[in-house]
């Protein structure tokens, strides 16, 4: 009697394939394959030019293993919060009123941002917040 020739497993269109394996993968069930918690921006600060007085927000959004830790830097100093300037909940920085007048404290410069999590920290591209010289 000859052998029988059956397949050895069942034939699948490639896509299903490849989709089967990118959900092992991100459920981490594939043997060898260890997962870990990067750390990246969803969204990252603008250049932006705002009217004195105007409020304006700066983006700031990382995705990651929590608790994330947002902190945001001017010309490479930390940015304290006050009544005027807070960063949000999703890691944005908020000004509500845009200061620039001679003998006050400037909101011009340039803004990153700087996001921590257990695994590191990443610093943002750098966005430059200017005060516009005239009101339309």
């Known amino acids: 009697m000859a052998p029988s020739l059956r397949p050895l497993a069942r034939w699948r269109p490639p896509g299903m394939l490849l989709g089967a394996l990118l959900l092992l993968l991100l ?25 004195r007085k105007d409020p304006v927000v700066l983006d700031c959004q990382a995705h990651g293993e929590v608790p ?3 902190t945001w830097l001017k010309n490479g100093a930390k940015v304290s919060e006050n009544k005027r300037i807070q960063v949000l909940f999703n890691g944005s920085l908020y000004i509500s009123e845009m200061e620039g007048r001679r003998g ?10 700087l996001a921590v999590n257990k695994y590191g920290a990443i610093l943002s591209q750098k966005a430059h917040l200017t005060l516009s010289r005239s009101r339309e």
């Open 27 to 51: 459920l981490g069930r594939v043997p060898g394959v260890w997962c870990f918690s990067e750390l990246f921006f969803i969204k990252e600060p603008q250049d932006v030019t705002v009217t």
């Open 104 to 113: 006050e404290q400037s909101d011009e410069g340039f803004y990153q941002c």
């Open 68 to 70: 994330i830790k947002v």
